[in-house]
């Protein structure tokens, strides 16, 4: 089996030969024939989150993030062989079906995670962060529930709802009450573009997208975006007012910055609510008594739990959404499409396919 793995934070991944793994207990084997490169793989390449306000950085290390580690959360793949324990409870699933994993595990009995909410538990075992993902040519996944039968879907354009997919779903479902109203979009990447898709076949309005690449806001304005924006104009706030024709109540910050948040933070309506979702860092930058004076709901979301996973992919099959751009790329050039969407050369996704 080949895979790329994160070595050292900050170093070249490396490639590594070794036997390919057979499935144990509930385990199953998968063939990858497609792995997201995300944004959050920067910060575990990286090392760290830049926490802002001198504080010192949060590591992985400190995250219980170990290396080696075999990166890669958004993949597809043919299942080929069954754990012992595997086949007794894996439903429809069989061996040959492509199928998307889902990644955010916990620690699988905690109450967190028997309510359904294993992406919130205290104990994560996240596939491609704490364990082994998908930059390789073969995957074990824990449990044949993590496995969703793509029934046609590409799997080179269908790889990235396992992360940008889910995760703005559910940052979308947050914000539904202001659907008929315009919601403003920070970041016009994968997430983005993801998002607006979504954002229509889930019956809202539209969006207005904030981007400061020129690239990136003619791609949102091609994938329906209602306007766009350069947030780094210095009129950004009046232009955002002036598009969105009325009060702004809802903000997803997809790039979660300083400078997004804060002018997602006073573009907002008294009453408005901002969803942050990236993890770009920095330190909180509000005025304190204004979130009270101003009533703003703050709220964070990180990715979605497995029973929205498969509503996103109904969603997907039934309203016939488009996918985001995405760049295919060999799995060898792993180490290139990072340096590409660390540089900001890539618009929507890039896909590595073994």
């Known amino acids: 089996m080949k895979s790329f793995k994160v070595t050292d934070f900050n170093a070249p991944l ?105 992406n919130m538990c205290a104990k994560p075992a996240s596939l491609g962060v704490y364990c082994d993902g998908g930059y390789a040519d073969h995957m074990t996944v824990p449990h044949p529930k993590y496995l969703l039968n793509l029934k046609g879907l590409d799997p080179v354009t269908a790889a990235p709802y396992a992360c940008s997919g889910v995760t703005t779903y559910s940052a979308l479902k947050k914000v539904e009450a202001s659907f008929n109203t315009p919601i403003v979009i920070f970041g016009a990447g994968g997430l983005g573009l993801m998002a607006l898709s979504l954002l229509k076949a889930m019956g809202g309005k539209g969006a207005i997208v904030v981007d400061i690449d020129a690239r990136k806001r003619e791609a949102a304005e091609k994938a329906g975006a209602l306007a766009t924006v350069d947030g780094g104009a210095a009129d950004a706030l009046e232009q955002l007012a002036a598009k969105a024709g009325g009060p702004i109540r809802a903000v997803i910050d997809l790039v979660g910055n300083p400078k997004t948040t804060q002018l997602g933070f006073d573009c907002l309506a008294k009453g408005g609510k901002l969803v942050i979702v990236g993890l770009f860092g920095g330190g909180a930058p509000w005025a304190l008594p204004l979130i009270p004076i101003k009533a703003i709901t703050i709220q964070g979301s990180y990715v979605g739990n497995l029973r929205e996973t498969p509503e996103l992919l109904d969603l997907v099959r039934t309203k016939k959404i488009a996918a985001i751009p995405v760049t295919p790329m060999p799995l060898a050039k792993a180490n290139e499409a990072l340096v590409d969407l660390q540089k900001g050369r890539l618009v929507g996704r890039a896909v590595l396919t073994p």
Not at 69 to 90: C, N, Q, S
């Open 14 to 118: 490396q490639e590594v030969d070794e036997p390919t793994p057979k499935p144990e207990g509930t385990q199953v084997l998968i063939k990858v024939k497609a792995a997201g490169v995300c944004h959050s793989d920067l910060h575990i390449w990286e090392g760290g989150y830049d926490l802002g306000h001198g504080r010192k950085p949060l590591s992985l290390k400190d995250r219980g993030v170990s290396l080696p580690r075999t990166m890669g959360h958004e993949t597809v793949g043919e299942v080929l062989a069954f754990g012992p324990d595997a086949k007794a409870i894996a439903g429809d699933l069989k061996l040959g079906d492509i199928a998307l994993v889902y990644p955010w595990l916990g620690c699988g009995k905690c109450e967190v995670c028997l309510a359904g909410e294993e």
